[in-house]
């Protein structure tokens, strides 16, 4: 990763959930920041030309949408009981902090410095208003300590919180993401954290071994291979070991079912990816 560019990823991710505020109707996410945020000439670009309909690009367009909404879906709930602290890891260019409907709500923005600083340089450029409950936080997650940032910005780390960790865990290697959600539920036991991640490749479907493949030379050219995945039933015993009381995990089907049930269009998921929310006691309103 250059010091002065965010991850290729990330960026990769941020024109895909433009590309569904132009193209895709009706929207899961409705983001109208979307846009702003990516590189001008991404956003002429996209803006020009219909997005390909290829299986793997239509697959992958879906699930980028569905988990943010999914974990905004999740949030509200928290919410509603009484969480007012919201932990997004690996941030990337996601844009919820400028949309955040909820005033008493804090926003904790962890990332790369890296990838924090272009965004920040891209936010200013764009003309986009920084809400007065974002916090950023810079962090490295392979060398520094999450409860250690956390702190030094302000977190609460005994009062409830729901954190958002999207696109993160496949790149990180399985103890670090372990002792991450470990370390979320040892905090507070109202915590919640949304997480997406992928199954092993020889579990998959011959179709769905395609669409992995595919996407797995892509992050790999980038230089963010994955490096980690996991059997939905051994990560279900590792998550209720740590002390997770409610598990919320969806595959394919049911986030389509969710999400992308009564569409005229193609935009479905499919392939590796799963969703996790895994949460502890409700906290109180």
């Known amino acids: 990763m250059r010091e002065d560019q965010p991850s290729r990823t990330?960026?990769?991710?941020a024109i895909r959930r433009a590309l569904h505020q132009i193209w895709d109707s009706p929207r899961v996410l409705d983001d109208p920041v979307a846009v702003k945020i990516i590189r001008h000439d991404a956003a002429s670009e996209i803006s020009g030309a219909r997005p390909s309909n290829s299986a793997f690009s239509v697959f992958l367009r879906a699930f980028v949408v569905a988990r943010s909404r999914y974990a905004e879906d999740q949030?509200?709930?928290c919410v509603a009981h009484g969480t007012r602290q919201n932990v997004i890891l690996g941030a990337g260019l996601d844009t919820f902090a400028y949309r955040n409907p909820y005033s008493d709500l804090t926003v904790f923005e962890v990332d790369h410095p890296a990838t924090q600083a272009w965004k920040q340089r891209r936010i200013r450029e764009s003309g986009i208003m920084v809400p007065a409950t974002l916090?950023?936080?810079?962090?490295?997650?392979?060398?520094?300590?999450?409860?250690?940032?956390?702190?030094?910005?302000?977190?609460?780390?005994?009062e409830p919180a729901f954190f958002s960790w999207l696109g993160v865990t496949q790149y990180l290697e399985r103890e670090t993401a372990l002792a991450t959600l470990?370390?979320?539920?040892?905090?507070?036991s109202h915590n919640a954290v949304v997480f997406d991640y992928g199954v092993p490749r020889q579990s998959l479907s011959l179709t769905s071994r395609i669409a992995f493949d595919a996407l797995a030379r892509r992050v790999a050219a980038a230089g963010e291979p994955f490096v980690n995945f996991f059997d939905p039933a051994e990560l279900e015993r590792e998550l209720r070991g740590m002390g997770y009381l409610h598990l919320d995990d969806l595959g394919a089907e049911e986030i389509n079912f969710r999400y992308f049930g009564d569409r005229a269009d193609t935009l479905r998921v499919g392939g590796s990816g799963r969703l996790m929310c895994a949460r502890g006691e409700w906290a109180q309103p």
Request: hydrophobic share 45%.
């Open 182 to 188: 470990k370390e979320i539920i040892t905090a507070c």
């Open 75 to 77: 949030l509200a709930q």
């Open 135 to 158: 916090v950023s936080v810079p962090l490295d997650f392979e060398q520094g300590s999450l409860r250690e940032a956390l702190a030094r910005a302000g977190f609460k780390s005994k």
């Open 10 to 13: 990330a960026e990769s991710v």
